[in-house]
């Protein structure tokens, strides 16, 4: 159901005392969280403020327990397990020497109704939102008043809340800048160092003062993502809390981001690589590195922010290990990206991105991320000249999403053949039902198709035909029935993959038939999908139906087969001997003895949207290039890590078939 019912959820909701929450502590591995009783914790929610408070929010001058403990109940149900929230100047902290009891008292309240729905705290600040008494409106980083102010803030309200371990970490403060001020003349790069020093040494004196209350507490500061200047609108922007030298104090790192890249070209994409690059950046500093704010902040509608936030979060598994959206709710009466960065409407509605969250929440995992040779910021240049930084973002870009790739797709849902280059059709040749596709080394394109096809129908009008470039065809062999392969072996002979008749067969330049295999599988629409010839004269075949790769030997008698547990589509034998199988919910490698030594899973990928692994090449660096069937995400390379090294990122018409081009060698 779409609209949350509110009061049913109200009604259904029962003060109970909390069970205790354990501790969270950075992993051994030094990358990643755990509860203190060793399991995985991955902080996964939302920064939290309520509509209808004003803008800036008023968060605890308007405090309502009631729709604050319904709101924890709707995290809850979305898989929200840690929530950030801002104190505020104007609530806790308008004398120097003491915290406000009133505020304490509503941040109590707060505290309680976390720990009822089992989810964390992140607090941050003290900060502007709800006003700054007279004395807090000098420097904060230089004005030693304010330094030794905000350290007993933190020594006060760490010890207050020691032993409360419903609070994940404490935030500093929100995107911290130190001020731009030089003189006229001043070396600008020595001025930027000078500004690091500054956010250094309050930094320290902030944790210390934290530490000294608490030691088992967690201290991050929430960066801002100017911190890494790979996008500065002028150098003064750059925040002077560099990643790296910050690191030292923190026990993690976290970075905020939104997409701000507008170069020309795809918004989605170049931002996703933007991201990443800050996020890459930020872990460079070898501490675990949660992204404590993110989100949609321009309109375009709820599927676009659903696609966006899903993907940021997916791109960026394994380089960050926690994500922390901008807002539970939509507010009208903000005057930034907050009107539409929720999770629901201002009035509760559940959005497309509330669902997608939901989705990752139950799936996501911190995969191990193998280390990639990609370009890094010169730092000192980009302090001093934002070129650089557009310099550093187009070669990273180039890297994470090189020029679209360019295949030849047997797009049976256009009936035609077809070539992609950079995303556009530059040949294509009508194919009615084709389902595999060759382009040869002379440049002509061999492909199977089927005439007037019926899936429950075996006598349709089919073959296999051969084109050149300029459309003249070569080659054409007729049958009936259905067929789904074709492959042009090395003696000139042409395979075709005959599944209504329940063969293989061999035909001759001149369109004879010279040989036939019988299969195992029974004669139909799912005996069999791709065939192939191999060096050794031997065919492999995979078995749709029979949930196997079938290989027979020249004279059709079985030599081996490999049973697996879905229907099978593909079928690649690789140098080493092992094969590469892929079919109707995973794609996976196994040896000559048929032992898995790698699989995807479709639930792997989610973001992908896969109904079916159909062709696979395996391309030279052993990545995988796959046609989804069917699926949200038609086209794909992937790593053996498991990441999406790049994908068509516009709409493709259905297609099972696909070669990747522009390779000089790869196997399918």
């Not at 659903?306 to 709710?329: D, F, M, P, Q, S």
Request: hydrophobic share 40%.
């Amino acid at each position: 159901m779409k609209t949350l019912l509110i009061s049913l959820v109200l009604a259904a909701t029962v003060h109970v005392l909390a069970a205790p929450m354990p501790k969270i502590r950075v992993a051994a591995d030094g990358q990643t969280f755990i509860t203190e009783d060793g399991k995985p914790f991955v902080p996964f929610g939302v920064n939290y403020y309520r509509p209808d408070t004003g803008w800036a929010p008023q968060i605890w001058k308007k405090f309502d327990v009631d729709a604050t403990r319904n709101d924890f109940t709707v995290m809850k149900s979305l898989g929200v397990n840690c929530v950030r929230v801002f104190l505020t100047f104007g609530s806790f902290f308008t004398k120097t020497n003491a915290l406000d009891a009133a505020g304490l008292a509503k941040f109590d309240q707060f505290l309680t109704l976390a720990e009822e729905a089992g989810i964390y705290v992140h607090p941050t600040g003290p900060d502007h939102w709800e006003g700054v008494p007279e004395w807090a409106r000098g420097d904060r980083f230089t004005d030693e008043k304010l330094l030794s102010a905000q350290e007993n803030f933190w020594r006060l309200f760490a010890q207050r809340y020691r032993g409360r371990n419903v609070i994940f970490a404490y935030d500093l403060l929100n995107e911290p800048v130190v001020r731009w001020n030089p003189t006229e003349g001043v070396d600008v790069l020595a001025y930027q160092r000078a500004r690091e020093d500054i956010a250094d040494n309050w930094t320290r004196r902030q944790v210390a003062a934290i530490k000294a209350a608490d030691p088992s507490a967690l201290v991050t500061v929430g960066l801002i993502q100017w911190s890494v200047p790979a996008l500065l609108p002028g150098v003064k922007q750059y925040s002077g809390f560099r990643p790296a030298r910050q690191a030292k104090f923190l026990d993690f790192m976290e970075v905020h981001f939104y997409p701000l890249d507008h170069k020309p070209g795809d918004f989605d994409v170049r931002n996703w690589a933007y991201l990443e690059s800050v996020v890459r950046e930020v872990a460079a500093t070898g501490k675990p590195v949660v992204v404590a704010e993110f989100g949609w902040n321009r309109g375009g509608g709820e599927e676009q922010q659903a696609r966006w936030c899903a993907r940021a979060v997916e791109r960026t598994a394994g380089i960050a290990c926690g994500w922390l959206n901008w807002g539970l709710y939509d507010v009208a009466e903000a005057r930034d990206g907050s009107q539409f960065s929720g999770l629901l409407t201002t009035n509760g509605t559940l959005k497309a991105w509330a669902r997608e969250f939901q989705r990752l929440a139950g799936t996501l995992k911190i995969p191990k991320v193998q280390r990639r040779d990609l370009p890094m910021l010169d730092w000192d240049r980009c302090l001093v000249d934002t070129k650089a930084g557009d310099e550093f973002r187009a070669a990273y870009f180039q890297a994470v999403f090189p020029v679209a790739a360019s295949f030849l797709y047997a797009a049976e849902g256009a009936k035609t053949v077809c070539i992609y280059d950079n995303g556009k059709v530059t040949w294509e040749y009508p194919a009615e039902m084709c389902r595999d596709a060759w382009r040869l080394p002379n440049g002509n394109v061999l492909f199977a198709y089927n005439k007037d096809y019926n899936s429950r129908h075996n006598d349709n009008p089919s073959g296999v035909m051969e084109v050149t470039p300029e459309k003249k065809v070569v080659f054409h062999f007729q049958t009936t029935g259905q067929v789904w392969s074709c492959q042009r072996l090395a003696d000139g002979n042409t395979l075709v993959g005959a599944a209504s008749q329940g063969k293989l067969l061999i035909v001759d330049p001149k369109g004879a038939v010279v040989k036939t295999i019988t299969l195992k599988n029974n004669p139909g629409h799912s005996c069999l999908r791709y065939a192939r010839g191999l060096a050794n004269g031997n065919f492999l075949v995979a078995e749709e139906s029979a949930k196997a790769v079938r290989e027979y030997d020249g004279d059709g008698r079985l030599v081996r087969e490999f049973a697996v547990d879905f229907p099978t589509f593909g079928c690649v034998r690789l140098p080493s001997g092992n094969t590469v199988i892929s079919g109707k919910s995973a794609v996976m490698e196994v040896d000559e003895n048929g032992k898995t030594v790698w699989r995807l899973d479709a639930a792997e990928v989610p973001q992908l949207g896969i109904r079916w692994f159909a062709s696979v090449q395996v391309l030279p660096n052993g990545n995988l290039f796959v046609c989804n069937a069917g699926g949200t995400v038609p086209v794909f390379e992937i790593g053996r890590d498991k990441r999406v090294v790049w994908q068509t990122e516009t709409a493709l018409p259905i297609g099972h078939g696909v070669q990747r081009l522009d390779v000089k060698e790869a196997w399918r």
